[in-house]
């Protein structure tokens, strides 16, 4: 079992976000996928959307962050675990660029 890498992405805040982990061979399913974010485990919710992995999507599984902020740069890791415990496991590191911000001052 192996999974294609990750790939590290920079993007701006308020982007919309997709990782793909694509596991192999796609015939062999898992019996767990799951996504972490520096360690920790996330749970599906508005801000993550997880989209399991099926043989019809080509072996893929994703996780979809609708909009990142600066808050969200982090590692972020595709865990796949099979049957007699082979684990495979990818990671990647994001980076959300914010927005600057200008501060006008003025002279009266």
């Known amino acids: 079992m192996r999974a294609q890498p990750l790939i590290d992405?920079?993007?701006?805040?308020e982007s919309h976000v997709v990782l793909e982990c694509q596991l192999?061979?796609?015939d062999r399913r898992p019996d767990s996928v799951r996504w972490?974010?520096?360690?920790?485990?996330?749970?599906?919710?508005p801000d993550y959307l997880i989209t399991p992995w099926s043989v019809d999507s080509g072996?893929?599984?994703r996780l979809t962050i609708a909009d990142v902020f600066p808050e969200d740069s982090a590692s972020y890791s595709c865990v796949?675990?099979?049957?007699?415990?082979q684990t495979v496991t990818t990671t990647m590191t994001l980076t959300v660029i914010g927005q600057s911000s200008h501060v006008l001052l003025l002279n009266y």
């Open 9 to 13: 992405q920079s993007v701006r805040q």
């Open 24 to 26: 192999q061979p796609v």
């Open 36 to 45: 972490f974010c520096n360690g920790n485990e996330l749970i599906p919710s």
């Open 59 to 61: 072996g893929l599984c």
């Open 80 to 85: 796949a675990v099979y049957a007699g415990g």
